[in-house]
């Protein structure tokens, strides 16, 4: 009677530990509550659960939550706000409208405009910005290349996926390192491998959207298959041999001159217009070559930093390193911050030296920057919040418990629903970046219970997650916004959802399939 009741007591112990995702998921899918307030209130609950439930330590609650908002501003939102800031320098000088002018100028098929433009362009985007950017910008150049706005929208929407798994300088890898508490190479590499074969087909899928019909997919499916290829092939041997928070910047870049070279170089029979397509000039502007290097000299830098200092240990140590621990129960250690040579740092003096080479005064960059920080205020106390909910979490015990129910209930079949798990957060936050941090742990847990590759596992949140990207209300929005169809927004949740659902499937049967070999 006794281990009965002591069962049971685990089994709703195990329960409780769901409640802050339950939260997060009612608050922000059905009750639709601003994501900051809504993952404050989950904070709040997460607290009282540790307190009162899985007795944890006020000492300890306090120390995780130091921890968790510390390691969020200087590892995840240093970096946002930075990649953020050269963006925007880029659209103050103009050095933006002279990039989309040099793509528009590529060719006049519509499949490889959307290629060129969503998936290709939108993934440099995502690799570098982040923050919508890669679903706004390229949705806005489709619609006056002469695209329907639904039509761009969900272009862009299914485009923005497998780019995002390691967009934005590797913060949602990085991230998904730390909640899991493994290697972040290992893990970078793993997750390739699982997106190689989306990765591959999604430009001949944009294709298709483009087009609506299978057959018209002749002309394009060779370029669309080499796009991908490269991306894939770029973005995985980067993330193994180079760095990781290279891998999906050189990828995109690999994607769009594979693009222009067969541009340049095919003779297509025939040049796919839409029915109500008018003449269209053959080009909207020269562009010098000096014009296009000062336009693309930002970026080049962060290129030319992040390989530099691959080359140079001695800036990985003290005094450019700094260590200090926060949490001092069970399970804590030191954090470690590289002040001069992080992704946010890069970007902040690629930044600084891109914008003064395109004539802008050091002043107005800082005004910029000012700038930069209201537009992402919100997103960073979201992802403070976040963080702060998983550390918590975590050091409490109660993710422990939820994968000891999960594997339970799931067992052999958990690597099925492991991408699902990622996608779901995705959905919730609008946050691949998130969806690592609430569930990296979760999984690593889950599967280490159940003796499977944990690397392998872990891998699959953060390869899902890449799929609720298209469907996330977040995106969802952004692209309406950049369209101006913000009455479509059903439309566009319904065009793409199908595609998401498909996608997660695959997903799931891939994880499934490989978790076998590893």
């Known amino acids: 009677m006794y281990d009965r009741e002591e069962k049971i007591m ?18 922000l899918g059905v009750l639709k509550i601003p994501t900051h307030k809504a993952c404050l209130w989950a904070v709040i609950i997460t607290a009282a659960l540790a307190l009162f439930v899985f007795d944890m330590k006020a000492i300890f609650l306090g120390e995780a939550v130091i921890e968790g908002a510390i390691y969020a501003l200087v590892s995840i939102c240093w970096i946002i706000v930075s990649a953020l800031l050269v963006y925007n320098i880029t659209l103050k000088t103009g050095a933006l409208e002279i990039i989309k002018t040099m793509l528009t100028n590529i060719s006049n098929d519509r499949r490889m405009q959307a290629l060129i433009i969503g998936f290709a362009f939108g993934g440099f985007l ?5 923050f919508g950017t890669a679903v706004a910008i390229p949705a806005g150049i489709l619609i006056a290349m002469g695209f329907k706005p639904l039509k761009a929208a969900v272009v862009c929407l299914v485009s923005n996926t ?8 590797g913060v949602p890898v990085f991230s998904l390192a730390e909640a899991s508490g493994l290697e972040i190479e290992k893990l970078a590499f793993y997750m390739c491998i699982q997106l190689l074969p989306f990765a591959v087909l999604l430009p001949v899928l944009i294709v298709y959207i483009v087009t609506d019909d299978v057959k018209k997919l002749k002309g394009a499916i060779l370029p669309a298959l080499l796009s991908g290829a490269a991306f894939a092939v770029g ?7 180079v760095a990781v928070n290279l891998a999906a910047t050189v990828g995109a870049l690999c994607s769009l001159l594979v693009l222009v ?27 010098s070559g000096q014009e296009a290097l000062n336009a693309w000299c930002p970026y080049i830098l962060i290129l ?29 250690k030191a954090l470690t911050f590289n002040w001069l040579t992080s992704g946010g740092s890069l970007l902040f003096i690629a930044a600084i030296i891109g914008g003064t080479l395109q004539k802008m005064k050091l002043k107005e960059i800082f005004v910029t920057l000012k700038e930069t920080l209201v537009q992402v205020k919100m997103s960073i106390l979201t992802t403070v919040l976040v963080v702060v909910l998983a550390k918590v979490m975590t050091y409490s015990g109660m993710i422990a418990e939820s994968a000891a129910l999960i594997a339970s209930i799931s ?14 957060g995705t959905f919730i936050t609008g946050s691949d970046t998130s969806s690592n941090i609430l569930f990296g742990g979760l ?19 953060g390869a899902g997650a890449t799929a609720g990207k298209m469907i996330s209300p977040q995106s969802i929005s952004i692209a309406a916004a950049s369209t101006n169809n913000a009455a479509n927004e059903s439309e566009m949740m319904k065009s793409t959802i199908k595609y998401c659902i498909f996608y997660v499937i695959l997903m799931g049967i891939c994880v499934c399939f490989g978790q076998l070999f590893i």
Request: net charge negative; glycine share 8%; hydrophobic share 50%.
């Open 10 to 27: 685990e089994i709703l112990k195990a329960i409780m530990a769901f409640i802050p995702m339950i939260w997060l998921l009612i608050s």
């Open 126 to 130: 995502e690799a570098v910005a982040g």
């Open 162 to 169: 497998v780019p995002v798994a390691l967009g934005v300088l």
């Open 235 to 241: 973005q995985t041997v980067v993330a193994m041999y």
């Open 261 to 287: 070279l067969y541009c340049r170089v095919s003779k297509e029979k025939e040049n796919y217009r839409f029915d109500f397509d008018e003449n269209v000039n053959e080009s909207i502007g020269a562009i």
């Open 304 to 332: 030319v930093l992040i390989i530099v200092v691959q080359f140079l240990p001695f800036l990985q140590q003290s005094p450019f390193l700094l260590k200090k621990q926060f949490y001092f129960g069970e399970g804590g």
């Open 411 to 424: 067992g052999v079949f958990f690597p099925v629903i492991s991408p699902m798990i990622g996608t779901l």
């Open 443 to 461: 999984q690593q847990q889950t599967a280490a219970n159940l003796g499977m590759d944990q690397y392998w596992i872990v891998a699959g949140n």
